[in-house]
């Protein structure tokens, strides 16, 4: 079994800051790619932003700039920093991963989300 633990997520004004964690456990053999999306209410889950074991980096247009995706392979954790928040970033936040488990099977997994809300 493999699990994704979100945290960080809350209640912030515009203009403020959040720092998602995610951590990854379980078994796994090899984590390829770790990311976050997320999904506003009415809305289809969309893609954040996404980073490689190679830190390779891929951010949705309405966030560059003002997010920033890192991770640490000793830890299986990948980390979303959000700046300058806006109302329109208020969605519930998921962890994915795309990796190979102790089976060696690739799979993709995903967190139960954390909420973010950025109101005044």
């Known amino acids: 079994q493999v699990q994704l633990v979100e945290s960080g997520g809350g209640l912030v004004q515009p203009g403020g800051s959040l720092r998602l964690s995610c951590a990854a456990s379980g078994s796994i053999f090899s984590i390829n790619s770790m990311g976050w999306y997320r999904q506003a209410p009415g809305k289809q889950r969309d893609l954040v932003a996404t980073i490689t074991n190679s830190d390779r980096t891929n951010y949705a247009d309405s966030v560059k700039g003002r997010f920033t995706i890192s991770r640490d392979n000793a830890k299986n954790t990948v980390y979303l920093q959000m700046n300058s928040l806006k109302p329109e970033d208020t969605a519930v936040y998921y962890c994915?991963?795309?990796?190979?488990?102790?089976?060696?099977?690739?799979?993709?997994?995903w967190g139960e989300g954390t909420l973010v809300t950025v109101s005044s």
């Open positions: 994915s991963a795309y990796l190979f488990n102790e089976r060696r099977t690739f799979m993709n997994y």
